[in-house]
């Protein structure tokens, strides 16, 4: 079989749900999924954000989200898993919120939905990655699901789309300057 | 004088209104800052984004803002520059919301300013680099401003508090895939 390649992608263009990927060690993996939800739902597109870990400060995308349409965050998680003591909840909380996430997937309620932080519970084994990249392959074809976290599994990163690392260059800690409301949560 | 370091940034805590600047080849960049004044806008933080170039397209993200607190969005430019036929108009515009940027930004009416693909202005010589780093470092101490746009100047990211790089690993268009409306714009 000969193929003739052009350039990359320059024949038809498809339309497709897409799996997005936000990693690297950098600011913005979940600030751009929080970017991408406002854009998609001020297009009438219905948007979910499971976040995975977070749930202890009343941050301020869990005020402005419900002030937009179709855009809802539902915060699985209780805190940072490195301030718990009881891994065995950690693990059972991520695997409730995949569980969720799993049934929103399939639900045909929603354009988008974004597993926050589901990289950090894939590095920290707390779900089998087989079974995630399995059922995101299988995942409704006109569906974009967007995948937060730092060190993206290479399983992950295979299976998508759009991968975008964010890569820090320079960060203000570095200058004694703390983690400030609005800006870092 | 002798200094002891423990760790980066171990000291007091600071808090100052930083030069954030997002970057790169990738994805996420005025996305991000998106994120950014959804996620400041809901700590009851005032935040206005200029786009310098953008105005062509009905973008999600002019729809969703009106519907936050205090979030405004102005597009400023008529179009993508390399649709433009005449680079003094586009010259023009760029200059004209570089003025505006300024008078908002002394205005002390906001929190968060973001200058959306200033980066490009600067990167085709449209504004004057000097003035605008001479003008940032002297900006009111507790505004937060965000510049973004491919190609960050050296003497930009030397002024920044916070620099990441969006670095596009993997793209959708590499597969034919078209950009698509809520996701890409």
Not at 6 to 30: E, P
Not at 67 to 93: H, Q, R, Y
Not at 143 to 162: C, Q, S, Y
Request: overall charge positive; proline content about 3%; aromatic content about 8%.
């Amino acid at each position: 079989m000969q193929v003739t390649m052009t350039r990359a992608g320059a024949g038809a263009r498809k339309k497709k749900g897409l799996i997005i990927v936000h990693t690297g060690n950098g600011k913005g993996k979940t600030t751009a999924a929080l970017g991408l939800a406002l854009r998609a739902s001020g297009c009438g597109m219905k948007v979910l954000m499971l976040q995975f870990f977070k749930g202890k400060w009343k941050c301020g995308e869990l005020r402005s989200a419900p002030k937009l349409d179709n855009f809802e965050i539902c915060p699985m998680g209780k805190g940072f898993t490195w301030e718990s003591k009881d891994v065995e909840v950690d693990k059972a909380m991520v695997r409730n919120a995949w569980r969720a996430a799993q049934e929103k997937i399939l639900s045909g309620n929603y354009d988008v939905v974004v597993l926050d932080e589901i990289n950090y519970a894939l590095g920290y084994g707390f779900l089998p990655l087989e079974d995630v990249v399995e059922f995101l392959r299988k995942k409704p074809a006109m569906l974009h699901v967007v995948l937060t976290g730092r060190n993206a599994k290479p399983e992950i990163v295979e299976i998508a789309d759009l991968v975008t690392e964010m890569r820090q260059v320079k960060h203000p800690f570095e200058q004694g300057i703390g983690a400030q409301r609005g800006i870092e949560f």
